[in-house]
């Protein structure tokens, strides 16, 4: 009997022709495994068609509610931006997507597990490392990294064993979505100095195109962690997604950069991610007001930690568990109201709240009802600054 391997199948022409080859190369029976990370895809059609072009069985799993609450929530309470600009959308999903795969493995009892990603990019170190560490013992096969197909060939070979091709003309843009974002790459955008044209975004108005009425809402978060807007309680999923598009109407959360690949090459890199936009602008907008001084400074520092880890696909390791237990402690007291102002591509804070605020109107006014006492400013000032003014003394002149 052959052995089994799963295959993280996207129903696209590299996945589609991967199940044949992998069966024609190394003899595999394969399963497809189709993960819905809120990708918003036909997953009927994409399981048909799987077993249509030879896979002996085809799965599709719904994770998005797994990907929310242990992937995008965590990265929320963090402010995770990668290079300050990238809220991680596709390298928090790999690590899931991994996951299954291996579940799916043991299950089946497979030995090995294929992916579609290339040589050239992230991804692939993202599933093999994150494979790796939860199953040192299956096989990895990257099919895309090891055929050296043209898109020509590919195309040929498809045609040579009956697969079918995409029906939709084929973008010409490399695209990845989920809940927290949507990447586009190639085409015209390898170009560093062009400006992206409108094609290449769909979760977004364009500036003319959005309101000229600026909207408000109110976004409640216990714990870091959102949950209503506009006073109606949701579940992560439906919140994302409606924020994807309340946003996304207002033409905000795109994102334009050169980003620096692990596998050390700089690419143009375009998202959307409406969601992923106003979210942490509230979210940061309530610590803010909730953490400390020296909590807030410390935890930025985590968090460029925590964002160069998970775009570097070392979510399954003990230091992102610990970055994970800090940031979360720090959210004890992140609970409480954020009101945005969503206008012409910005998102404005332009109001916070909390039971846990650590603002003191009686200390900060400059009217009636200061209570700050101005004399202890004096001693405060003698002593913070005596180091610096015996520096300045002794060493200033030398
Ligand atoms: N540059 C982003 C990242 O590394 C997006 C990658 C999108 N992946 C894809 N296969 N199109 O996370």
């Avoid at 995008?72 to 290079?83: H, S, V």
């Avoid at 216990?222 to 949701?234: D, F």
Wanted: some cysteine.
């Amino acid at each position: 009997m052959a052995e089994k391997l799963v295959l993280a199948y996207s129903g696209g022409l590299d996945t589609s022709v991967a199940v044949r080859w992998l069966q024609e190369k190394y003899g595999y029976d394969v399963i497809a495994v189709t993960i819905d990370v809120g990708n918003e895809k036909d997953f009927t059609v994409i399981k048909d068609k799987a077993l249509k072009v030879g896979a002996i069985k085809s799965l599709v799993i719904d994770a998005r509610k797994e990907f929310v609450n242990d992937y995008i929530f965590p990265a929320l309470k963090a402010n995770a931006l990668y290079e300050e600009y990238y809220p991680l959308a596709t390298a928090l999903a790999r690590p899931l997507i991994a996951k299954i795969l291996v579940d799916v493995a043991r299950a089946e009892g497979a030995k090995a597990i294929a992916h579609g990603c290339t040589g050239k990019g992230n991804d692939q170190v993202r599933f093999d490392v994150g494979i790796n560490s939860l199953a040192p013992d299956l096989k990895i096969v990257a099919p895309a990294r090891e055929w050296g197909m043209t898109r020509e060939e590919l195309i040929q070979y498809a045609a040579k064993y009956g697969i079918p091709l995409p029906i939709t003309s084929r973008s010409p843009y490399s695209i990845d979505e989920n809940l927290w974002g949507k990447s586009t790459e190639c085409g015209v955008l390898e170009d560093p100095w062009n400006e992206p044209p409108e094609d290449a975004c769909s979760w977004t108005k364009s500036l003319k195109e959005a309101p000229e009425e600026p909207e408000y809402l109110e976004i409640h978060f216990e714990q870091g962690i959102p949950q209503s807007i506009n006073g109606q309680k949701m579940d992560g999923i439906t919140l994302i997604k409606q924020l994807n598009e309340i946003a996304g109407n207002h033409g905000i959360g795109r994102i334009d950069m050169i980003e620096n690949r692990l596998v050390g090459i700089k690419s143009r890199e375009t998202y959307e991610a409406p969601a992923a936009h106003v979210l942490i602008a509230a979210h940061k907008a309530l610590e803010s007001l909730t953490l400390a001084k020296a909590q807030y400074r410390f935890k930025n520092m985590v968090a460029s930690e925590f964002s160069n880890l998970v775009y570097e696909g070392l979510w399954f390791t003990a230091h992102r568990e610990d970055l994970c237990a800090y940031i979360d402690s720090t959210q004890r007291f992140v609970s409480g109201d954020v009101r945005v102002k969503l206008n012409k591509g910005h998102c404005t804070v332009v109001g916070r709240r909390s039971a846990y605020s650590l603002y003191s109107h009686n200390l900060a006014t400059y009217a009636e009802g200061d209570e700050f006492d101005q004399s202890a400013a004096v001693g405060f000032i003698k002593l913070w600054g005596l180091p610096a003014k015996i520096q300045g003394q002794i060493q200033k002149e030398k």
